[in-house]
């Protein structure tokens, strides 16, 4: 898949935020669908797994919609990790007059048909967060994949560097094979990786891709590679929060945090910040859900309203295999134990929430 990028139009969220604010401000006096009628907008989850989906990013774009377009209507529904029951979704949304579908894809290798039934029946398709393969759409808002792999390849270098000796033994626990966003984050941390494994610093030495992204199988995984390794690991590297608590979990209940670290978190759920903040968790990836939200929630209203998406927001593509989709990137941020501030200062969790568990931690102890 060709992903290209436009460092030209590399712009700060805020200020994509702020270009196409006005654009939808601009339009918010404009006529929606004729008739009178309400516009639907239908947003598709692609599981119940990948619990962020759930928990934030529908209840905020929801709040962005009521915001920019109060006559708009929001039906959420949930694929439940079947792409197939999600084809079925898109049909039942379009015979039930939908205006725009929002879409993650549940398998981004089985979304042409969702995406080839929207087009016939001449419904606008936004992706959010994941690629669809196949079929047209008109914008995809995400979060700079690659980014993501390399800030989780040299913060796993970064570790490795400092353990002593050669030949260390690592575990890597990466996510959909189907998606875009684990071929970017496995390219990511390539970067970093590959030269330690070509030096001889490292050994990947257990290796997985978990079906939808399931914490449980993550888990499985983790007792089994621990067993046949005589719980000699160095470092799991892995590729989101819900994968990394898995691992964290079986490292705790085995006594092994001090010896084994757990690096390659993505999301920055309250869970992974809890176990980064009592020591458990290497890192995760702060990710601005709120911002991903509000792109999604305007470019969705200019949609409804008719108006073009202005050039200047867009700041890449990525070809599907049927067309260059028009994609905003947004940027992304690591987070350790050092730096959880950046988390609390934007508002996503409080300290309070953070230090629930153990506020006697040393991080807590220092924001009690």
Known sequence: MLITRLPVRRCPAVWIGAVVMSMVLGACGAPTSGGGESPEIFFLLP??????????????????????????????????????LQQRQVEEAIAEGASVLLLISADARFSK???????????????????AVGGPA?????????????????????????????????????????????????????????????SGKIKVVCETAIEDWDPAEAQSFTKECLDREGNDIALFVTMNDDLAQAIAGVLVDRDLTGSTTVTGGQDANLGALQLIAQGLLDNTIYKNLS??????????????????????????????????????????????????????????????????????????????
């Not at 270098?157 to 071929?183: H, Q």
């Open 47 to 84: 599981n119940t797994i990948t619990t962020r989906f759930i928990e934030r990013d529908e209840p905020m774009f929801t709040d962005f919609m009521e915001m920019f377009a109060p006559e708009a209507t929001v039906t959420v529904r949930n694929a439940e990790g079947d792409p197939a």
């Open 113 to 131: 048909g969702a995406l080839t039934a929207a087009a016939a029946a001449g419904v606008p398709v936004v992706l959010y967060d994941h690629d």
């Open 138 to 198: 008109e914008v995809l808002v995400i979060f700079d994949s690659l980014e993501v792999g390399r800030r989780q390849g040299s913060r796993a270098a970064d570790l490795l560097a400092a353990m002593p000796g050669d030949g260390l033994k690592i575990a890597r626990v990466e996510g959909n094979l189907g998606e875009y966003g684990t071929r970017q984050y496995w390219q990511g941390q390539n970067d970093f990786l590959q030269p330690l494994i070509d």
């Open 291 to 368: 911002v991903q939200a509000k792109v999604a929630a305007q470019l969705t209203t200019a949609i409804l309203h008719g108006e073009d998406i202005p050039p200047g927001v867009i700041n890449g593509t990525i070809d599907n295999q049927y067309m260059a989709v028009p994609t905003v990137f947004l940027p992304v941020q690591n987070i350790t134990k050092d730096n959880l501030d950046i988390v609390v200062d934007a508002g996503f969790y409080t300290w309070q929430q953070i230090c629930e568990p153990d506020p006697a931690s040393a991080v807590c102890r220092d924001h009690g």
